[in-house]
């Protein structure tokens, strides 16, 4: 089993930065793809980012394609999402997740409880 606890969620102004961390329990982490997910009001949630176990190959969405970055510490079993040049339409529950399969399109079976990232204009 696997458990995942978010921090670094809040409030920041459009253009400016946040660091999302992500820590992950149990023995098994550098053989988990991990990914970050969001989710705002009324709409689907969705894959923002993605690495791969030992983060030679990573995913980014269109939307955050030279804005955000995820990086992985395995020695510390932490995943880190750092989000620059926030956009008011980056608010959205952001939640880390892991699994045993590719890092896009394959499975997530474990998630965290989510943290929110508000972007004010």
């Known amino acids: 089993q696997v458990q995942l606890v978010e921090s670094g969620g809040g409030l920041v102004q459009a253009g400016g930065s946040l660091q999302l961390s992500c820590a992950a329990s149990?023995?098994?982490?550098?053989?988990?793809?991990m990914a970050w997910f969001r989710q705002s009001p009324g709409k689907e949630r969705e894959l923002v980012v993605a690495?791969?176990?030992?983060?030679?190959?990573?995913y980014y969405g269109d939307s955050v394609k030279g804005r955000f970055t995820i990086s992985r510490d395995n020695a510390k079993n932490t995943v880190y999402l750092q989000m620059n040049s926030l956009k008011p339409e980056d608010t959205a529950v952001y939640y880390c997740?892991?699994?045993?399969?590719?890092?896009?399109?394959?499975?997530?079976?474990?998630w965290g409880q989510g943290t929110q990232v508000t972007v004010s204009s």
């Open positions: 997740a892991a699994g045993y399969g590719i890092p896009r399109g394959g499975a997530y079976d474990y």
């Open positions: 149990g023995r098994t982490f550098s053989s988990l793809s």
């Open positions: 690495i791969s176990r030992i983060g030679g190959n990573t």
